[in-house]
C-alpha cells in the first residue's frame, strides 16, 4: 500500500510535488499518496502515515516530530507590480493593495507588528480562500501578498514573484509528524524531507 502524506495544499502545489521525483528516484519502491489537510492531527483517527504541518513549538510529546524548516515570511508581489509602486521601506505599502488569505488571516497584522509598524492598517484588500489563490493573485499583480519564504522560493527564482522588502522569521515551523512506530518507509520520506529541504 502507498505511504499517505497529509499536508496543506499550498505546500504540495508550491514545494513538495517539484521535488518529488527526487524522493522518486531515491526510492522506486515507495509509493507515495497526498492527502490535502491543514487540520490538526490524529493518527488514531486519520488514516495518514506521516504528516506535514506549519506549527510553533513546543512540539506534541505522543508523536514524533522532525523539523523540517524554519519559515520566513515577507511582501511578495509581480515585478510588473514592483515596477510600478517602487516599493522600497515599508512605509511604501501604504500605496500597495493588500493580498490576504483565510488560512492565514492575521499574517499581514502579524508581519507588521514584527516590523515594528503598528500604524499601518492591515485589514483592507482582496481577500482568498487559500493561500495559492493569494499568490496566484500576487504572481498576477493585483497586489502584495505576505508569502513564506518556502513556498515563493521557486517563484522568486524564476521572476514571477520578487520580494523588495525581504523576510523575517515567522516563528513557525514546518514539522514532519508521525505515530510513534517503527515505519521504514515514513522514516525514508522524513529523512529525504531533510535533505531536499537543505538543498531548496
Known sequence: SALLVSCGGTFIIRWLIPRLHGFRSRHPDIEIRLSESDAPVDFAQDAADL??????????HDIVATPIFG???GP????ELQAELGIRSVDDLVRAPLLHTETRASAWSDWLAAAGRTDIDPTPGDRFEHFYYMLQAAASGLGVAIGPRP???????TGRLVAPLGYIESGFHYVALRPM???ARAEAFVAWLADAAVAA
Not at 51 to 60: F, G, K, N, S, V
Not at 151 to 156: K, N, T
Request: proline share 11%.
Open 51 to 60: 504528516a506535514i504541518r506549519t506549527m510553533a513549538r513546543p512540539w506534541p
Open 71 to 73: 519559515e520566513e515570511v
Open 76 to 79: 511578495v508581489l509581480s515585478p
Open 151 to 157: 513556498l515563493v522560493d521557486d517563484d522568486i527564482v
Open 181 to 183: 512506530r517503527d515505519d
